[in-house]
């Protein structure tokens, strides 16, 4: 069974520039999450889809970042513009039920806006 | 906030048991404890969960103390791929409720050769 897969693994990107990270989840897994972790801070929660609508997006920083998972398979973050601030890793991760069912995580993206 | 308390860092020699605690003194009665960790640059990875009955699988053992407030999960031999920064975490799970997972600082495990 293929693992929560994120493309790509590296950006670098000039502030004001655009980015989209791309996550596929496990298959058959309805619940995909964003977390990210920035400058040494903690890994912090962006939010939760159930299949294609947005449960909870509390996380999200401001309007620069948008999340999209049309169709309930993939999921997309946009950041545009970048800032400075935004460099950090950006985790995917997947689950088949709500509740007590664990998280699988993807690899991470890591940005890096100059 | 993370609503766990758990030392910053901890050794342990190769091929003995790592007990590594976790402090959880606000915990509500339907909230689970999970243990993640990050190995190096890699994503978190899922360890164990459980409510208040000690809990095993093939990777650990989770301890919780009777009144639940705190917690200890246990890698009865520690390889030096567990070098790990572990996580504490608890979660309420359930309808309306956040899924959301809340990291905390961790505590970085390093098992020494």
């Known amino acids: 069974e293929a693992g929560v897969t994120q493309f790509p693994s590296h950006s670098v990107i000039e502030k004001g520039q655009t980015v989209t990270l791309r996550c596929d989840p496990i298959?058959?897994?309805?619940?995909l999450y964003w977390y990210r972790r920035v400058m040494g801070k903690e890994i912090k929660f962006l939010l939760h889809?159930?299949?294609?609508?947005?449960?909870?997006e509390s996380g999200m920083p401001n309007n620069r970042f948008l999340a999209e998972r049309t169709g309930g398979t993939y999921s997309t973050l946009k950041v545009q513009p970048a800032e400075l601030e935004d460099s950090g890793v950006y985790f995917c991760a997947s689950s088949q039920d709500r509740g007590v069912s664990r998280q699988f995580f993807g690899p991470g993206t890591r940005l890096t806006v100059l | 906030d993370a609503k766990t308390t758990q030392p910053p860092s901890m050794d342990c020699a190769e091929g003995r048991a790592a007990n590594l605690p976790c402090n959880h003194s606000?915990?509500?009665?339907?909230?689970?404890v999970y243990w993640y960790r990050q190995i190096h640059s890699q994503g978190p990875q899922y360890i164990i969960h459980g409510l208040k009955n000690n809990e095993t699988n093939e990777m650990a053992s989770l301890i919780i103390t009777e009144d639940r407030k705190s917690s200890t999960l246990i890698l009865p031999h520690a390889t030096l791929r567990d070098t790990a920064v572990y996580y504490c975490i608890v979660r309420a799970p359930g309808e309306g409720g956040s899924e959301k997972l809340v990291f905390g600082k961790g505590m970085k495990l390093t098992v020494n050769p």
């Open positions: 889809f159930v299949k294609e609508s947005k449960q909870d």
């Open positions: 298959s058959g897994h309805d619940n």
């Open positions: 606000t915990i509500s009665g339907n909230e689970y």
